[in-house]
């Protein structure tokens, strides 16, 4: 039972540059959710997902876009990947009543 | 807009002492206070969380106090460890049990010295 597993762990990009980080989560959560870590702002929400083929944006969307199309997986994407996106990216989800549950993160530096 | 607001930023305490960590809160609606602790290259984990009817929370070392009148709810780790030394976050949702969104606090840095 490995929980909430995020892929890659570390990634550089070029500003421009498109990626997509993947989080897998073997609980069979209905939830998943993304969100950036910055020093000194905590963890903001950037999207999340209430169930498999649904999205809603978070306090962050802009510049991020998500896909839900399989109930263990929430994918993020970047399009145009921009400094201001170099942060840590954090996925979680959980069920009903139940608390969120972390992985250990995305690490993307943008140059 | 920062609905939840941490305190401090970073905290020292020597080893035995108690930590304490505060958060307030905006948002009258939130109804689930939940405290997370973060190790360095892992993601958060929830330690203690707390509800609006009930005052105080207690769970071995670690205890939330709530004080719904002056929105504020508060962390204290007592007999602080070493082991300790970690990011605390505290955060505030509505309805748990819907999208369960939380709202997190900016992190407390605490380092316990020997």
């Known amino acids: 039972n490995a929980g909430v597993t995020q892929t890659p762990k570390f990634r550089v990009l070029k500003t421009g540059q498109s990626m997509t980080l993947l989080c897998a989560q073997d609980m069979n959560h209905e939830y998943m959710y993304w969100y950036r870590q910055d020093p000194g702002m905590g963890l903001r929400l950037i999207h999340y997902s209430v169930g498999e083929g649904t999205t809603a944006k978070g306090e962050v969307p802009d510049g991020y876009n998500v896909s839900r199309l399989k109930k263990q997986n929430f994918l993020l994407g970047l399009e145009s990947a921009a400094p201001s996106q170099t942060s840590v990216y954090f996925c979680?989800?959980?069920?009903?009543?139940?608390?969120?549950?972390f992985g250990d993160g995305t690490r993307l530096s943008i140059l | 807009q920062q609905q939840v607001k941490q305190s401090p930023q970073s905290l020292i305490v020597q080893k035995g002492g108690i930590s304490i960590i505060n958060c307030a809160y905006e948002?009258?609606?939130?109804?689930?206070f939940p405290w997370y602790q973060q190790f360095p290259g892992k993601g958060p984990a929830l330690l203690i969380a707390?509800?609006?009817?009930?005052s105080e929370k207690k769970e071995g070392r670690f205890t939330i106090s709530f004080n719904k009148s002056a929105k504020q709810f508060s962390l204290h780790i007592m007999d602080s460890q070493p082991g300790d030394s970690a990011t605390y976050f505290c955060?505030?949702?509505?309805?748990?049990?819907?999208?369960?969104?939380?709202?997190f606090g900016q992190g407390t840095t605490l380092q316990v010295k020997p």
């Open positions: 955060a505030a949702s509505v309805g748990s049990g819907n999208t369960g969104k939380l709202i």
């Open positions: 948002n009258t609606a939130f109804d689930y």
């Open positions: 707390i509800r609006p009817d009930v």
């Open positions: 979680a989800s959980k069920d009903s009543n139940q608390p969120q549950h």
